[in-house]
């Protein structure tokens, strides 16, 4: 809305206003025009409506910041007309106008949606300012939608895939915890995207154009492991032929990502712990402290609580680490990413491989969403590259994929597609299907249904209402 208001916009056309888009819905001509001519010459985009119908309809074909709506409409009270406006366009600022200017009806008003009220006759002043405000707060609200759409649409950028709730959440608290300085906990199964999350964190704060260096420490030896964190001094040992950094100092400014740490030795996790309260460590074999300024980002697959019951886990680390948690969800918790994870990852190998792969086959996705996928969003990729790598053609059927996997497409009903199917009602009627063969299994017990699917009762009940799945009560035929 970058653009000047056209002064005279022609009949059923609405200009890019810069001051804004304003709708008059009011059955008095003299007060529609008067009012359309102090707006326009202000740079507003003005159309107008006599009546609620029109108004709605007007509302149903365009986008307005700001609604002037007379009180006393031929077909309706413009308090009647308030709740329908609102819930038509949630974010319209509204403002009352009319000549019946008591307590109760202003009271009315604003307990129904409306943004102000004033009288007939107004001050042009006044009304101006109003209108200013008003206006005013929508973009706010609108900047503060996108900002947050921009956001999310980064970190997609960054391989992040999905639109379901679970996923939607992290998006929310990577938004929150990435500007701070906080150590976050990164805690879910193998394959679930934890380093792109760490990642993803490093990247949308003050760190950013520091490094950010991952390290996964459940894959060396404990003497190996100190070596490469604290670096070590020429002679620290028999190889140790010359000094070397660690990956704290490499990481400097920047962000450290320990993954697995579960797996580490007690003795380095209180190496690790003091890098932490003190911010400065030193090098094996070393006598002088070194002072580092590293966020450290933690993962887990396994439990640290039950780590520190069993003596596994030093407890003051955990707490230490454990100052923001994000719980990354299995992908058998948000099957309805799967579409958008197979068509991002088809895109992908399609490019690396040089293969003209255009879609995938309903008879392809009928498996895929009905597997449990152990290895998570990790296993779903290899599955893709794996039949991106063997197709000749520009399609992938159900024979690209492996067989532990192909196996499972008996699990749901047929996936033959309407002709104004999309990817995703398909995905929506297996989900539906899976859920209410779980449903009769547990005999309609919704509890144990949850249960079954790992997932909890909330997320199972959000799902029956948004598939609009009939509950049938329990030991009914």
């Not at 990577?174 to 380093?195: D, H, I, Y």
């Not at 640290?304 to 058998?332: A, H, M, S, W």
Request: charged content about 25%.
């Amino acid at each position: 809305m970058s653009e000047a208001a056209v002064i005279t916009p022609s009949a059923g056309e609405m200009p890019s206003p810069s001051a804004g888009a304003v709708l008059i819905i009011d059955d008095e001509a003299a007060i529609r025009e008067s009012l359309e001519t102090l707006l326009t010459l202000e740079g507003y985009a003005v159309d107008t409506a006599e009546t609620a119908e029109e108004g709605l309809a007007r509302i149903a074909e365009r986008n307005f910041d700001l609604v002037l709506l007379d009180l006393a409409l031929p077909d309706r009270s413009g308090i009647d007309l308030l709740p329908e406006l609102c819930a038509q366009a949630p974010r319209l600022s509204v403002i009352m106008i009319t000549a019946y200017g008591t307590v109760e009806n202003a009271v009315k008003a604003m307990q129904s949606g409306a943004a102000n009220f004033i009288q007939k006759p107004w001050d042009n002043e006044k009304l101006l300012a109003d209108v200013r405000a008003a206006v005013a707060r929508r973009r706010a609200e609108e900047e503060n939608i996108q900002l947050k759409r921009a956001l999310k649409q980064r970190y997609n950028f960054e391989s992040i895939v999905g639109k379901s709730e679970p996923m939607l959440k992290i998006f929310d608290l990577v938004a929150q915890v990435a500007p701070s300085r906080s150590t976050v906990l990164l805690q879910g199964e193998s394959g679930t995207g934890k380093e792109l999350i760490a990642k993803a964190i490093h990247l949308n704060s003050p760190r950013k154009d520091h490094p950010f260096v991952p390290v996964n420490t459940g894959s060396m030896p404990p003497d190996l492991l100190d070596s490469i964190l604290f670096g070590h001094v020429k002679g620290a040992f028999t190889s140790a032929v010359a000094a070397k950094k660690g990956l704290f100092e490499v990481a400097d400014k920047g962000t450290l990502f320990l993954d697995e740490i579960g797996t580490m030795s007690l003795e380095t996790q209180s190496k690790i712990l003091r890098v932490l309260q003190d911010r400065k460590f030193m090098h094996l074999g070393g006598v002088h402290e070194v002072h580092v300024d590293v966020r450290i980002i933690a993962a887990t697959n396994v439990d640290l609580k039950e780590q520190v019951k069993e003596g596994k886990f030093r407890e003051d680390l955990f707490y230490r680490l454990n100052v923001i948690t994000v719980d990354l969800p299995p992908l058998r918790q948000r099957k309805e990413d799967i579409p958008l994870l197979v068509n991002f990852f088809l895109a992908k190998f399609a490019e690396e491989n040089d293969r003209p792969i255009a879609r995938i086959t309903p008879e392809a996705l009928r498996p895929l969403l009905a597997y449990s996928w152990p290895g998570n969003v990790r296993e779903l990729e290899n599955a893709v590259e794996r039949a991106v790598v063997l197709s000749s053609g520009s399609e992938i059927g159900p024979e690209l994929l492996p067989d532990s996997i192909a196996g499972r497409a008996a699990a749901f009903p047929s996936l033959e597609a309407r002709a104004d199917d999309s990817l995703f009602d398909m995905v929506e009627d297996c989900e539906r299907h899976l859920i209410v063969q779980m449903l009769e299994k547990c005999n309609w017990n919704q509890t144990e249904a949850a249960e079954n699917f790992r997932v909890p009762l909330s997320t199972l009940n959000q799902k029956i209402k948004r598939l609009n799945i009939e509950i049938k009560k329990k030991g009914r035929e």
